[in-house]
């Protein structure tokens, strides 16, 4: 992760402080002054989005206003041939919303209006810069909320929601953000105005949706999001089991599964987690077991009730060591805190962190389990794991100093080799945090040079001249060489407040 | 570097140790590309052919996906399922049955038709709002493209933001972005209950009730409109399907699960017409549109059929008055001059040209059958 997103300007400074005057000064044509931000005190909050380890100054930030303002921006990128970095809260943690030193940032935060909620008829309208929380908030005086729930939720925004195709807690029921939003408005680099998606059910042609969902801020700029509006469960209840092995938990949740209950959540954390979680939020968690699970029902109160009794019986045949259905909703919230707070938690037992976002078939946990144990030992670094059991995506938490010699390189070889058995086992080196610039090398390995060749012709049929978001999600074959993951340096994780998992 | 090059020991795949019958003709089909590659010369990528009945039909050379077959992998507990494009409906779905699970977009499986053809034509049952479309279930794909290689996107796993999500892409792209070779979709349990209601209504036609109870937490799976007739389906426990039935009131239909299949499989009393058949998909919530015809409504309001003798350009122009898309259903019986899909023009139709040119530059994948307007 260190060298490869570090792709310096050829510009000297000089070159580069007389472009910027110039681009400034050229966009004052399409833009109030006061959208345009050039200086360093201005430029410096811009440097970087949620993984502050890469930094880089744009040329200039813009802010505007209008759809008209955008779409001149856009044109004006287009025939000047400048790169255009789109950006939301720029809470992000692969780096896609990094800038480019020799292009212009296009911050969406002034597009926070929700446009229409429609409680009647079950959809929003929303400009990209409305926070995701913002949605539900809206709609839960009408029994209705917007699904997708990413743990930053409180801050991210709607616009960056559709770029990475955010998931959340609830995704192996409620599913991701491509299938909780209807349409998005957009503008090419062309400056069009093109409507992705429709108020119907499908659209003419090819499903666009489904390639703009996740794409990173490479394909278009998304200037509005209609979302679909779902019935707030009447009633929700957890359950928190305690196990003595990882394979016993890992086979209650197949046997869950086998029951035909869908849960609306189900997480995992492996002992070191547990220990760390439970020391840090006082939750009640039995740190004398090896894995526990939390398992969330919701529905109809007739159905929670019926799956609470399946569900607690089946655990009880796979050896459960304790378990407890929370009685109140205090105590639901408690057991929810350990589990939430488990990312700050362990990065009180070393001055550092690496958060790994990869996912695994379900069935191949006490595997990647094990064989994690060994690459541990190897390294000589611990490993605390969460685990969002219900859809494998797992976020091992490697624990270092990068005061130590050596020990920030060791760090990062083993989380390339988590993320290569990651792949080993059939699964993908990114669940939900995207690939920006983190990741990049990381694609070399998932995806052979074919595919890659075609995704890169998918971004030249939108983006011929490669101008937005250049360098990201989809390495470009030279660069296929090394791998990455998130560091955390000292506690000091970016938007420290959120919660991350 | 592929991801094969680091195989994880064998009883450590994701795939589970049975042996599924089937055989992998992937290099075969391979092979195939590259000679139309070379000859410059169309292909017409068929399966069953169940579906003819959708898009122009084709003169081409046929490349049949039919021998490419069989479960590749599937593990209930994962709730995936892998599966090979030639793989007959008939046979998945009853493999899923009899593990209790389903394909949860309640696709057609037709006489003959594959698992190839429902995706390639987009096709979604009865409770597509409820449950969701095709392309939402859809995890992973390999496909061969126009450049004759065959690529994988996506994956076996629910979450992943990996690359551009080319998989479900493909999904309703009826085989013009390549020839589809396997896939790996979410699928869930079979409900433990299920119940239909029927109501009478007012006015023929109308979604207004449907679209008042979406609004409400009730596990409604499926729901329709036949005439004066509203059909809602109940899905899930037992306890919650009957506390729902006395919120929606209505009469129980007996033999319902009959009367859905017959709505998937178009096998209803109405779709046997002289007439033509044409599909409108538009928001649920729409008003009962003023085209002169019999009517079939599903998904809550958003698949309309239409039986009628009306010119094409009529259906198309009413249906974008309600910013909705129709479909032709009945392509055998049209003339070559008549559009089967709403024609798209300005800036989307070159945005989707350059997309089909970005798989298929040379035009080798089923020309004419789509959007002929994407293949000039």
Redesign the interface.
């Known amino acids: 992760m260190s060298s490869q997103a570090a792709e310096t300007s050829q510009l000297t400074a000089t070159d580069i402080a007389s472009r910027r005057q110039r681009f400034a000064q050229a966009l004052t044509a399409f833009l109030p002054a006061s959208c345009i931000l050039s200086t360093t005190e201005e430029l410096k909050p811009y440097e970087s989005d949620g993984l502050t380890v890469f930094k880089k100054t744009p040329l200039l930030v813009l802010l505007p206003e209008t759809i008209e303002q955008v779409q001149a921006v856009l044109r004006w990128a287009s025939e000047t041939k400048v790169p255009v970095v789109a950006r939301g809260a720029g809470t992000g943690l692969s780096g896609g919303a990094l800038p480019h030193e020799e292009g212009i940032l296009l911050g969406l935060a002034k597009f926070n209006q929700i446009l229409e909620l429609n409680t009647e008829l079950g959809f929003a309208r929303v400009q990209p810069g409305v926070r995701n929380l913002a949605i539900s908030d809206a709609a839960r005086p009408h029994g209705l909320y917007y699904a997708p729930d990413p743990s930053s939720q409180i801050a991210c925004t709607i616009g960056g929601n559709v770029a990475e195709n955010s998931g959340g807690v609830h995704c192996l029921k409620y599913g991701l953000t491509i299938h909780n939003v209807l349409a998005v408005t957009v503008v090419t680099i062309d400056g069009d105005l093109l409507e992705i998606g429709s108020s119907a059910m499908d659209s003419a042609g090819y499903d666009l949706l489904s390639i703009m969902n996740g794409s990173e801020g490479m394909l278009a700029v998304v200037v509005e999001v209609r979302v679909k509006l779902l019935p707030t469960p009447p009633s929700a209840k957890l359950i928190m089991a305690a196990f003595n092995s990882v394979e016993d938990a890992g086979s209650a949740v197949g046997k869950v599964i086998a029951e035909g209950i869908i849960p609306a959540g189900l997480e995992l954390m492996d002992k070191p987690a547990m220990v760390a979680a439970e020391a840090f939020a006082n939750c009640g968690y039995p740190t004398d077991s090896a894995a526990l699970l939390l398992c969330e029902l919701d529905g109809l109160e007739e159905e929670v009730t019926a799956q609470i009794k399946k569900v607690s019986s089946v655990f009880k045949a796979c050896n459960v060591s304790e378990l407890r259905v929370a009685e109140s909703e205090e105590e639901r919230l408690l057991l929810w805190k350990g589990r939430k707070s488990a990312f700050p938690a362990v990065g009180r037992l070393a001055p550092d962190y690496y958060c790994i976002d990869g996912t695994i078939p379900r069935g191949q946990l006490p595997y990647v389990l094990r064989r994690m144990e060994q690459l541990s030992a190897e390294y000589e670094l611990p490993i605390a794991n969460v685990f969002h059991a219900g859809d494998g995506n797992l976020h091992p938490l490697i624990l270092f100093d990068a005061n130590i010699p050596g020990e920030t390189k060791r760090t990062e070889e083993l989380g390339s080799r988590i993320l290569l058995l990651c792949v080993e086992v059939g699964g993908t080196v990114t669940g939900e945090h995207g690939v920006g610039v983190e990741k990049i090398n990381e694609m070399c390995v998932q995806f052979d040079e074919d595919s890659l060749v075609q995704f890169h012709a998918i971004k030249a049929a939108f983006d011929p001249d490669g101008l937005l978001n250049p360098g990201k999600a989809v390495p470009t074959l030279q660069r296929c060489a090394e791998f990455g993951a998130m560091h955390v340096h000292h506690g000091n994780i970016p938007f420290p407040n959120l919660e991350r998992f | 570097?592929?991801?094969t090059d680091?195989?994880?020991p064998a009883e450590?795949?994701?795939?589970s140790s049975q042996n599924w019958p089937g055989q992998d003709r992937t290099d075969q089909l391979v092979e195939r590309v590259q000679q139309a590659i070379t000859d410059n010369a169309p292909l017409n990528i068929v399966g069953g052919k169940s579906k003819s009945f959708l898009g122009r039909s084709q003169t081409a050379p046929s490349l049949s996906t039919l021998e490419h077959t069989g479960v590749v992998s599937y593990?209930?507990?994962?709730?995936?399922v892998t599966v090979r494009a030639g793989t007959t409906m008939l046979e998945l779905t009853q493999l899923l049955a009899q593990h209790?699970q389903m394909l949860p977009f309640e696709p057609p499986v037709l006489n003959g038709g594959t698992i190839g053809g429902v995706l390639a034509c987009?096709l979604s049952g009865p409770a597509?709002?409820f449950a969701?479309?095709a392309?939402?279930f859809v995890l992973g794909m390999r496909v061969i493209?126009g450049?004759g290689?065959?690529?994988?996107?996506g994956?076996?796993?629910?979450?992943?933001?990996?690359?551009?999500?080319?998989a479900?892409?493909q999904?309703?792209?009826f085989g013009t972005?390549g020839v589809l070779l396997e896939t790996s979709m979410k699928v869930?349990?079979?409900?433990?209950a299920q119940l239909t209601l029927q109501h009478e209504l007012q006015s023929a036609n109308t979604t207004d009730g449907i679209?008042?109870l979406?609004?409400?937490?009730?596990?409604i799976s499926a729901a329709a409109v036949i005439g004066t007739s509203q059909f809602i389906r109940l899905s899930?426990?037992?306890?919650?399907v009957?506390?729902?039935a006395r919120t929606c009131g209505g009469e129980e239909v007996e033999n319902a699960d009959a009367f859905w299949q017959s709505i998937r499989e178009y096998e209803h009393p109405f779709f046997s017409s002289e007439k033509a058949l044409w599909r409108i998909?538009?928001?649920?919530?729409v008003a009962p549109i003023e085209l002169d015809g019999d009517w079939l409504i599903d998904?809550a309001g958003?698949?309309r059929f239409i039986k009628t003798d009306l010119e094409a350009e009529t259906i198309y122009a009413a249906a974008a008055a309600v910013?909705?898309?129709a479909?032709c259903y009945s392509a055998l019986q049209m003339a070559d001059s008549v559009a089967l899909?709403?024609?798209?023009d300005g800036?989307?139709?070159s945005?989707?040209k350059?997309?089909?040119?970005?798989?298929d530059p040379q035009r080798l994948f089923n020309p004419g059958r789509?959007?002929p307007e994407?293949d000039a």
Do not use: C, I
């Not at chain 2, 994956?155 to 080319?166: S, T």
């Not at chain 2, 899930?236 to 919650?240: C, E, F, K, L, M």
């Open positions: 570097m592929s991801d680091n195989p994880a450590n795949r994701p795939t593990e209930p507990t994962e709730l995936v209790g987009g597509r709002p969701g479309s392309r939402d493209n450049q290689k065959a690529l994988r996107f994956g076996e796993v629910m979450k992943n933001v990996a690359g551009y999500d080319a479900r892409l999904v309703g792209a972005l869930l349990p079979l409900p433990e679209v008042k979406m609004r409400q937490p009730l596990p899930g426990s037992a306890s919650a009957s506390a729902a998909s538009v928001a649920e919530y998904w958003g698949q910013k909705g898309h479909s899909f709403q024609p798209m800036v989307m139709r945005l989707q350059r997309v089909r040119d970005s798989f789509f959007h994407l």
